[in-house]
């Protein structure tokens, strides 16, 4: 009499088992699947610099440009996605330093300015 309940345990815990391996596969299925989203697509994105300032460099990913005189001229550079860091000095002071987010074949606008005293 004890041989039915042990076996219908036994086929219980073996249908639970079977269900929650495939509920643990497609769970993990979509973590890779979320991964490979996000890292598809372009690896650089457009900048594009307003300088509102004379003799200044600005430097950013890696990249420094000298402004003497080209006000209305926006810089326009292609930066690797991800976070990046805007740095705006004049003679080795830093007037500007800004973070922002490149995201894959996208564009992003910054104005390198300096805030005036009202």
Avoid: C, N, Y
Avoid at 22 to 33: M, N, P, Q
Avoid at 92 to 100: I, K, P, S
């Amino acid at each position: 009499m004890l041989v039915p309940p042990i076996a219908g345990s036994l086929a219980a815990w073996s249908a639970l088992s079977r269900t929650l391996t495939g509920v643990a596969g497609l769970v993990s299925g979509f973590v890779v699947l979320g991964f490979v989203v996000q890292g598809a697509g372009p690896a650089t994105g457009v900048v594009v610099i307003h300088v509102t300032e004379r003799d200044v460099d600005i430097s950013v990913g890696g990249v420094t440009r000298h402004v003497e005189d080209s006000l209305g001229v926006p810089l326009i550079l292609e930066l690797p996605r991800g976070r990046q860091t805007l740095v705006m000095s004049r003679r080795g002071v830093v007037l500007q330093r800004e973070d922002f987010v490149v995201k894959g074949d996208d564009s992003v606008v910054v104005t390198a300015w300096v805030a005036r005293a009202p």
